[in-house]
C-alpha cells in the first residue's frame, strides 16, 4: 500500500506578517484537492482556507487505515474554514458522498483553549438508512444489517441547532423519515469525564407509522408529546417520561 500523489502544485508568498498560498493543487489517483487562496496573518494569527474543490475518493488514503480501501467513491467537501488559534469557524460547510449530499451548514467554536462552545446550524443532514448500512459494511470488510426498525425509517433527514459548551449543550431541531416526522428539544450536561450524564428532552411526533415501524399493523399511526428526564451513568439509566 501506497500514498501517490500524481501532481502537485503551489504557490506561496510571504511578506511581513502575511503567509499566503494562492494556489495549491494536488491530484491523486482518484482523489483531487483545489484550496483557493490560503491566508494566515501572523499579526493576531488569524487564518483563511476556502475549500475550492476537494474531491476524495478513501481508497487513495488506505496507507493511513486499511479499512478506507473499502471506500471507493467520490466524497466532496466544501465550505471556508477560517478562525484564530482560539476561534474556528466552518462556513457554507458541505459534504457528500457518491453524488448524494449529506451535510450541509454552518459551524462554529470559540474559547477552544478553555471552555470550548459550540454552535451549529444544520440546514440538511440526510442518509438512508440501506446507504448506511452500506457504509459500515464497507469499513467493517464484512456484510453489517442494520435493525430492521432502523432500516425501516428509510430516508432520514434532521435540521436544527446544536449550541453550548462541550460539557451543556442544548439542542433544538426536526427528524423527518419515512416512518413520520419527530420534532425535538433537548438539553445534555456530563461531568468533565463525560461519566455521567444528565439529559432532558421534549419529543413531539408527529403522524408516525407506529404498526409499519414495529411491524404491527394493530399499532397504527401515532401523534404524541412526551417529555423525559433523568441521569445516564455507565450502564445505569435512570428517568422519568411523561406523556403529554
Sequence with gaps: TSLDILEFQAHVCKSDSIFSIPTFHMRMP?????????????RDASFTVPLKQVEIVPADFALFSASCNKL???AYVGGELCGTEDFIRWDGLAFGYDGERMIRGDISMRDMRTSPYLKA???ELHIHMVRLQDILSRLKGQPMSLPKELL????????????????????????????GRVVTKASLQSDSAFEHFEYDVQLEAQHVKLGRLMDNPALGT???????????EKDD????????
Design 30 to 42: 482518484h482523489s483531487c484537492v483545489d484550496l483557493g487562496g490560503i491566508r494566515f496573518d501572523q
Design 121 to 123: 446550524s444544520l440546514d
Design 152 to 179: 425501516r425509517l428509510g430516508d432520514v433527514r434532521y435540521l436544527g441547532r446544536v449550541e453550548g459548551y462541550v460539557h451543556d449543550l442544548r439542542l433544538d431541531g426536526a427528524l423527518s423519515t419515512d416512518m
Design 72 to 74: 471507493r467513491k467520490i
Design 237 to 244: 439509566l435512570r428517568g422519568d417520561v411523561n406523556i403529554v
Design 222 to 232: 401515532a401523534t404524541l408529546a412526551l417529555q423525559t428526564k433523568g441521569e445516564l
